[in-house]
């Protein structure tokens, strides 16, 4: 696969614009009289029925390292943007606060299974001081 530099692709599409519009000039000097007429009046009414865009003009510009940013004009248009950047900040911590205290609901619960374990059933006093026990008593909970 070959690559071009931007200019040579910018060339390719010039030449074959230029192309396009010697095709379209060139038919439309055969056209007849009647058939362009009605194309040129076609042309008319679209153009009196477009819609005018109105430009808004920045009043603010803003440079921050290799990004330009244009700000709408007004004092109204900060107090937005401050609130804007407030409320997903707000959603986050609150976010965060709900998966801390699911998680602290969680691991009340394991612990209160191996405790609940630990009580009911009748074990001999060296299984209480071996390491891997929560870990075997979690086991024998999650396969019933």
Same mark, same amino acid.
């Given at each position: 696969?070959?690559?071009?530099?931007?200019?040579? +692709?910018?060339?390719?599409?010039?030449?074959?614009?230029?192309?396009? =519009?010697?095709?379209?000039?060139?038919?439309?000097?055969?056209?007849?009289? $009647?058939?362009? &007429?009605?194309?040129?009046?076609?042309?008319?009414?679209?153009?009196?029925?477009?819609?005018?865009?109105?430009?808004? =003009?920045?009043? &603010?510009?803003? =440079?921050?390292?290799?990004?330009?940013?244009?700000?709408?004009?007004?004092? $109204?248009?900060?107090? +937005? $943007? +401050?609130?804007?950047?407030?409320?997903? @900040?707000?959603?986050? =911590?609150?976010?965060?606060?709900?998966?801390? @205290?699911?998680?602290?609901?969680?691991?009340? $619960? &394991?612990?209160? &299974?191996?405790?609940?374990?630990?009580?009911?059933?009748?074990?001999?006093?060296?299984?209480?001081?071996?390491?891997?026990?929560?870990?075997?008593?979690?086991?024998?909970?999650?396969?019933?």
């Amino acid at each position: 696969m070959t690559t071009h530099s931007i200019d040579n +692709w910018q060339d390719y599409e010039d030449a074959l614009g230029r192309s396009v =519009v010697a095709r379209l000039t060139d038919s439309a000097e055969v056209m007849p009289h $009647n058939i362009t &007429e009605r194309l040129k009046v076609a042309r008319m009414q679209a153009l009196s029925k477009r819609k005018v865009v109105q430009v808004q =003009v920045a009043s &603010e510009i803003a =440079v921050s390292g290799g990004t330009l940013a244009m700000h709408p004009g007004g004092r $109204n248009h900060r107090i +937005w $943007n +401050w609130l804007g950047s407030l409320v997903p @900040l707000a959603a986050l =911590v609150v976010g965060l606060l709900a998966i801390n @205290l699911a998680q602290d609901g969680i691991r009340a $619960n &394991e612990i209160a &299974e191996v405790d609940t374990e630990l009580l009911t059933n009748d074990l001999p006093t060296a299984a209480y001081t071996d390491p891997g026990f929560a870990q075997y008593l979690r086991a024998i909970h999650q396969g019933e």
